[in-house]
């Protein structure tokens, strides 16, 4: 499956989630061990390294609460499952999240990755000085290869 989601993106960002926080909820605990989130985010950084393709992980914090059109946090509980903002913005909550979670993973191509090590980006190279360019250009080029992920469909 990690391969498959490599393979299918040129960028793949995700919530640099504390699985170790989370399993100290004794009700998930088990749910979130055996759904084995660690070891598909470590697939998933390995294929990505291996391909060449851009992994990032992205700061949890209000992803799911701040709305992805106006960027206002709208506080809901977990069992609220439509996000639905005075913007008149109204998605699905993991539509919603999935949609912050992007934003900021492109916000950051072109000057870091999952592994950053001051000066160097993901696979050891040095970073780009032009970030603002690079950045426009991946973006745009991202748009005209990948129409579906615009239109929130799977393939």
Request: proline content about 1%.
């Amino acid at each position: 499956m990690a391969r498959c989601v490599i393979q299918s993106n040129d960028l793949v960002a995700y919530e640099d989630l504390k699985v170790r926080n989370l399993v100290l909820n004794h009700c998930l605990a088990k749910s979130i061990n055996d759904a084995g989130w660690y070891q598909f985010r470590q697939w998933v950084e390995r294929f990505g390294q291996k391909m060449g393709k851009a992994t990032v992980a992205v700061s949890p914090h209000y992803t799911s609460q701040e709305c992805s059109n106006c960027k206002a946090i709208v506080k809901k509980s977990l069992s609220t499952r439509t996000h639905k903002c005075a913007c008149g913005c109204e998605l699905d909550r993991e539509f919603n999240a999935a949609i912050n979670i992007l934003k900021r993973g492109l916000s950051t191509v072109g000057h870091t990755g999952t592994w950053v090590n001051d000066d160097l980006n993901a696979w050891g190279e040095g970073t780009n000085t032009c970030v603002e360019a690079t950045q426009y250009g991946q973006v745009r080029s991202r748009n005209q290869e990948s129409p579906s992920m615009t239109s929130g469909e799977c393939q």
